[in-house]
């Protein structure tokens, strides 16, 4: 028993020296892989996550490279700046391909392709108009160059101190970047300033990506070898056999990314307030509450991802407020206008803050069908309302106003008995103007506590 652990021990270590060695040896005959992150859409704080998610699997799994395939019209300059801040500092390569043809890097997307140690662009796509925008209302960036004395003073007066902060900030942010890169910094200050955009070719001939390539493979074709410096220092490139590792977003950041949409955003407005509605007025169906608290939950987070102007939400409020007062209230249609104009303005303003960049709701798309179908949701109320207000009475006493009965006892106006009427398999009192013989049908005219009043009717048929 005494000589059987140090057996065990020396079975174990042989044991283990042979899983190192087979280790070592996969290891050193694996391929390359290179972790493949799609972005189609705006750059969003879920977005951003995905992208350093997958900066950071690459990083612990020794990948070769990073590979994000770009198209998108811009974002929020914040979630920019984190994927930005996670790139610059990577201990992996990073490799931007603007993909596929007719997609663009366009504002937060130009910022991100500048980050990369290995820009690209596929022949067909843009990129530039980096301008940061006001979302409604804000200025137009100038068509040409400013004067060399700078801008005019009317310029200046025409902008507000926020815009100018922004700009001048995010001209120098890009400058920044473009010197770390090598790119250039010239162009990429004009970019932000003055919107200037460019196709691949003009960008290559102007240094501001690295290569055109006009598929993966010649992608890694173009950049194995190359010298590429990341955080921890210098490496190279060895892209020779490579396989590519398709990262996926999770199902939190797919919700995360849909709901920020500003425009998705606000439809889920439309559906809870359009679900609580009804679930109100027809209180006990389930369904429409249901669907109501959930574009609520959905409305909640994209709400703590988008930054919002709390003046665009309170327009909205009162916008939804009046349309519902309108229905309660005799204003000829001045109550509705008015929420319609609120609900406009205010869903223009919603999300007009200076932190954020190309991400709006589309007034043609969005907003104004938005506003076409309350308009007719609310006039199939207002009608269905004014039927029942001239509808013939269904209910109570006064509905029988206007059946026709039969006479059972002679009615005599000049006497003081009265006569007898059989209507709807009930017998009531009866009076009347004029002398109505028993059998004859009548008609009732009025009704006076438990006595009917009538006249002579021609029954039907």
Known sequence: ???????????????????????????????????????????????????????????????????????????????????????????VPTIVFVTPRGAGAISAGTFITLAANVAVMQPGTTIGAAHPVSLFGGESPPAQEPPAGGESEATRSGRSVVDQKTENYLAAYVESIAKQRKRNVEWAEQAVRHSVAVSAEEA????????????????VDAVSGRSIEVASGERILDLAGVRFVEVEMSLVQKVMNFVSDPNVATILFAIMALGFYMEFQTPGLGVPGAIGLVAMILLGFALQILPISWVGVLLVLVGVGLLIAELFVTSFGLLFAAGMLCFLVGGNM??????????????????????????????????????????RQTAGVDEMIGLVGRCEAAIDPTGTKRGKVFVRGEYWNGVADEAIAAGEPVEIVEIQGLTLRVRKAHRAG
């Open 350 to 391: 919603v999300f007009d803050r200076p932190e954020v960049s190309d991400l709006n709701v589309d007034f043609f798309s969005v907003l104004l069908p938005m506003a076409i179908a309350m308009s007719v949701f609310g006039g199939v109320i207002a009608y269905s309302l004014g039927r029942t207000l001239f509808a």
């Open 204 to 219: 290559l001939e102007l240094g501001v990506i690295d290569l055109i390539a006009k598929d993966r493979s010649a992608l």
């Open 1 to 91: 028993m005494s000589g059987g652990r140090p057996g065990r021990a020396f079975v174990r270590s042989v044991l283990g020296a042979i899983a190192a060695t087979l280790l070592l040896a996969f290891a050193a005959g694996a391929e390359p892989a290179v972790y493949v992150a799609r972005i189609d859409g705006s750059i969003n704080p879920a977005s951003a996550d995905y992208l350093m998610s997958t900066i950071e699997r690459a990083e612990t799994a020794g990948a070769e490279a990073v590979l994000i395939e770009l198209d998108t019209p811009g974002g929020l300059v914040s979630a920019t700046q984190d994927v930005i801040q996670a790139m610059l500092n990577a201990s």
